[in-house]
């Protein structure tokens, strides 16, 4: 069969632009190795983890917050089966959306492991070994990730488990240790310790979400410790793990090379994501990975070293989110197309869905004060928010950055209520170039947490803020 283009994966990236290729007229077919479209996002990624996130977030309210709103429950319980059978199902009607969406784009999908032939040619292999082999003018490589194991410390998928395993647990651990303390970690950390579970999180950094804004990673810190009772060992430095039974040990050295040791009943290792190629034949073409991450390089365009072919999300550079991919996706499909289309990588927001929500875009203070660039820091509490006093969600605050002389916002890094929706306002405001005034002078509707953003860049622009 002879393509315009071929994508191989089809997660974010490459579902997203396989279809920005069929709608600009390109004859395109999509490669997925497992039986199900949507990549680690769609099926052990973003949309699982916010459905496990979600039916925990009831359940701790339930068990905590409803009182105060005087409504009172006897006997409430979790269902651990139930809730999981629930977040298949979420999995489930979103893959299958994405089937809908490559048969109403005319995409020719095909189930297998794509590997190159030469420059122009792929060969599908079926999980039966039949094969196949499809022809194209550029093919665009979307392979993801998978988590990242350390040498020293072997995942037996039981009890020292991945991100995959931590969202099929049948039962709520007793005491669950989490190796990392990044987004994924703490998300994860979060479901299991809304619903009951000791959380002790060991990190290497000093700081927890280590690549935002410093006071973000402070406040939820702060934050997870009293509303969870998570635990943190930071500064640690994980030495090994090893299972026994039902049990886990950790050992870990502190700050001073002092050993130390956590005992509990499963351990989640999230150090990070590595990116994935195996069985692609990119020796075949000449292309090689890079030894830190195993990233495919490109240029500016996503395109590799050969011609024609291009590489996207999080198989390339840059933050491993799922929206990157699909503008990568989209960008690619438009440049095999002619167009000249653009990304603003500054301009792609960090969200951690735990609660407070965190959310961030734009330049850190401490990437500010690195580089020399004179900035105004305006913060507004949610201490101060109507809204948030009325849903009980006083945690947190809003911080604008803007530049000292121009008042242009450089930053907005965020902690509370629904922060992971309120930052695109920031990103809006960010890409047309905004003002602090500018945000300070539109009108937000009341009582809403976005106020909080209004009232944060009114401090940053003019240190008048209203309600602080
Ligand atoms: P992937 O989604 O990894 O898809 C790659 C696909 O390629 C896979 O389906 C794979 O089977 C297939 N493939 C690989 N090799 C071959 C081959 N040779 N032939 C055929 N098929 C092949 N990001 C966010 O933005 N927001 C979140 O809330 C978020 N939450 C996350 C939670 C968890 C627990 C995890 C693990 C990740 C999360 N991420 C989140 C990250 C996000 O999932 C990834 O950044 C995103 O999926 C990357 O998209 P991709 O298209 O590059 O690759």
């Not at 003019?462 to 309600?467: E, L």
Request: charged share 25%; proline share 3%; net charge neutral.
């Amino acid at each position: 069969m002879q393509y315009d283009v071929i994508v191989i994966g089809s997660g974010p990236g490459g579902y997203v632009g396989a279809i920005r290729c069929a709608q600009l007229g390109l004859k395109t077919a999509i490669i997925e190795k497992y039986s199900t479209f949507g990549g680690t996002c769609l099926n052990v990624g973003c949309i699982p983890s916010k459905a496990l996130l979600d039916t925990s977030e009831h359940y701790h309210n339930a068990a905590n917050n409803f009182a105060t709103h005087g409504i009172g429950i006897s006997s409430l319980k979790i269902d651990v089966k139930k809730m999981i059978e629930r977040k298949n199902d979420v999995i489930a009607q979103n893959t299958a959306g994405i089937t809908y969406l490559f048969k109403k784009n005319k995409i020719d999908s095909f189930e297998g492991v794509g590997s190159f032939i030469d420059k122009n040619t792929v060969k599908v292999t079926k999980t039966n070994g039949a094969t196949e082999e499809l022809k194209a003018k550029n093919v665009i490589i979307a392979t993801g990730s998978k988590p990242t194991a350390l040498p020293f410390l072997p995942i037996d998928k039981k009890r020292i488990i991945t991100s995959t395993e931590a969202l099929n647990l049948t039962e709520v651990p007793k005491h669950l240790i989490v190796i990392g303390g990044g987004v994924i970690g703490l998300e994860l950390g979060s479901v299991y310790a809304r619903l009951g579970a000791k959380v002790s999180v060991v990190e290497f950094a000093k700081s927890i979400i280590g690549t935002m804004d410093g006071s973000l990673g402070k406040e939820l810190q702060r934050v997870l410790k009293k509303n969870l009772g998570m635990e943190f060992f930071l500064g640690h430095k994980v030495t090994g793990a090893t299972s026994k039974g039902k049990n886990v040990t950790v050992t870990a050295e502190n700050a001073k090379g002092e050993p130390i040791t956590i005992e509990g009943d499963y351990c989640i290792v999230s150090v990070g994501r590595t990116s994935y190629t195996e069985g692609l034949g990119l020796e075949n073409i000449g292309i090689t990975t890079e030894e830190r991450g195993n990233k495919i390089s490109t240029n500016e365009h996503m395109e590799t070293i050969v011609e024609g072919i291009y590489a996207i999300g999080d198989v390339i550079k840059g933050p491993m989110l799922a929206h990157k991919a699909e503008d990568e996706g989209v960008y690619v499909a438009e440049r095999i197309a002619g167009q000249k289309p653009h990304i603003d990588y500054n301009l792609i927001p960090g969200v951690v869905y735990t609660w407070p929500e965190v959310a961030s875009v734009g330049k850190t203070e401490e990437q500010l004060k690195e580089s020399g660039i004179k900035y105004k820091a305006g913060s507004f509490s949610f201490k101060a928010s109507g809204r948030a006093k009325a849903s009980g969600d006083t945690d947190g605050f809003v911080k604008v950055l803007a530049d000292a002389t121009t008042d242009e916002v450089l930053g907005v890094h965020m902690i509370g209520p629904r922060a992971a929706d309120m930052i695109a306002e920031a990103v809006v405001a960010m890409e047309y170039r905004a003002s602090a005034e500018d945000i300070a002078r539109i009108c937000h509707a009341h009582p809403t947490f976005t106020e909080a953003l209004k009232e944060a860049a009114l401090a940053a622009t003019a240190n008048r803020a209203i309600h602080a």
